[in-house]
């Protein structure tokens, strides 16, 4: 609407009302999980509404569904995050990858200085076990076996995913090593 359409207070009120019942509108559309801010409204403007109704920007439009690269990514993420957490000994241990990393450090040490008698060795913040040689291989072959049964989840879990009419309606969240 041009400046000069704006003759009397009457003319300025009638814009105002009709806008903000375009917001009004629009706030209600989104908080119903719909499409999209009216058309004509500015970016800054509804960026602001987004923030003002405590979410994201730019919330312009209503998200796709996850199609099925988006699903083997998700399920990528969480098989790392299953894989980095097991239970050993009764204790929920560190990560496994760096776990891993220590014993694997510890065996080729041993081998070139075979360590004298038990070792400490940490599973968690104020969890210590003194272990022989074995026992540290025997943890090793644990994590190992952790992070292989991970990716076998994660296998037969694409397999369903990329079969699926929807790769969404697969769950993926259930049925990982502890």
Request: glycine share 6%.
């Given at each position: 609407m041009?400046?000069?359409?704006?003759?009397?207070?009457?003319?300025?009120?009638?814009?105002?009302?009709e806008r903000l019942n375009e917001i009004s509108d629009a706030i209600t559309s989104v908080e119903a999980d719909e499409a999209l801010f009216p058309t004509g409204l500015t970016r800054g403007l509804a960026q602001a509404l987004s923030f003002a109704r405590g979410a994201a920007p730019p919330l312009l439009a209503k998200p796709s569904p996850p199609n099925l690269d988006d699903c083997l990514k998700a399920l990528a993420v969480l098989r790392w995050q299953k894989s980095q957490n097991f239970t050993y000994d009764g204790v929920s241990s560190a990560p496994a990858d760096s776990a891993l990393a220590a014993v694997t450090g510890f065996v080729v040490a041993a081998?070139?200085?075979?360590?004298?008698?038990?070792?400490?060795?940490?599973?968690a913040q104020n969890e210590f076990r003194l272990w022989s040689f074995e026992q540290v291989?025997?943890?090793?072959?644990?994590?190992?076996?952790?992070?292989?049964?991970?990716f076998d989840r994660e296998e037969s879990l694409t397999a369903l995913i990329v079969e699926a009419e929807d790769p969404a309606s697969v769950d993926i969240t259930s049925g990982w090593p502890v």
């Open positions: 041009s400046q000069s359409a704006f003759a009397d207070r009457a003319s300025i009120n009638q814009y105002v009302g081998q070139i200085a075979p360590p004298e008698g038990a070792t400490v060795w940490k599973l291989v025997n943890y090793g072959i644990a994590i190992r076996t952790h992070i292989q049964a991970c």
